[in-house]
């Protein structure tokens, strides 16, 4: 196994940083990394915003949930769906490329490309022996964030990303067996199996949390997403979205 694979496979999210702020060439590596992810037909459709003014990044955190480490951390990145530079170079080429901007396809086309992109920042970051954290609670009141980032019409912060310099090691969370999420050929459909697979795996992550909390919690991972999908969260995003001049047709 080569570094590379071993710094994914090490992957953890880290909630508690250090004091210590990034310096220019880290950023700039952990940018340049984001940039070089596939991109769909070159349409680049994503923005990153580095926060660093701490007034914004503690008005982020009151968004994000009141999460600490969106407000301490060594560096705070926002990625973004961005096809506002679409709708300039419409312009600038004099063209109306209104109906392809605003498509379902290419709202998908920015949020796969602006994960793809957060997915190489992260190994990028990890491989310098920094941590992260994804931050989805800035969903929790997009406007809002709109107002601190100032973004414009046609783009939409997706999610946040804490990095910084660990301030304690933490736990490697279990995940699904790789033949529950790896199939070949066409979809596993036999329901007896995949319910089979299902009870495995709340084994492996009730002992997980017995373990972490000295028996305090023995959550299963289905009982988790029940719950958790069961909570009405974040229902107006279409309304945002469509607000936004995206994903109408």
Same mark, same amino acid.
């Given at each position: ?62 968004? @994000? ?58 190994? @990028? ?125």
């Amino acid at each position: 196994m080569n570094q590379v694979i071993e710094t994914i496979l090490n992957h953890r999210s880290v909630r508690s940083f250090r004091d210590q702020t990034l310096d220019r060439e880290q950023i700039e590596a952990i940018v340049k990394s984001a940039q070089a992810a596939s991109t769909s037909s070159f349409v680049q459709a994503y923005s990153i915003i580095g926060v660093t003014d701490q007034e914004n990044k503690d008005r982020l955190s009151e968004i @994000a949930g009141n999460q600490a480490y969106v407000a301490a951390n060594g560096h705070f990145f926002v990625f973004c769906a961005d096809l506002h530079r679409h709708k300039v170079l419409a312009e600038m080429e004099n063209v109306d490329l209104n109906d392809s901007i605003e498509s379902t396809e290419k709202f998908m086309v920015a949020l796969i490309d602006a994960a793809l992109a957060a997915q190489n920042a992260a190994i @990028a970051a990890e491989s310098m022996g920094l941590g992260i954290c994804y931050i989805g609670g800035i969903r929790n009141d997009l406007e809002a964030v709109k107002e601190v980032l100032k973004t414009p019409e046609h783009v939409i912060p997706l999610f946040g990303m804490a990095v910084g310099y660990p301030d304690k090691e933490t736990d490697l969370k279990p995940r699904l067996a790789m033949e529950h999420v790896y199939m070949e050929n066409e979809y596993q459909q036999d329901q007896s199996l995949f319910e089979k697979q299902l009870q495995d795996y709340n084994e492996t992550t009730s002992q997980y949390y017995r373990e972490r909390t000295g028996g305090k919690r023995e959550d299963t991972w289905t009982g988790q997403m029940a719950k958790m999908l069961g909570r009405k969260s974040r229902m107006y995003m279409k309304e945002f979205v469509e607000k936004q001049n995206l994903k109408k047709k």
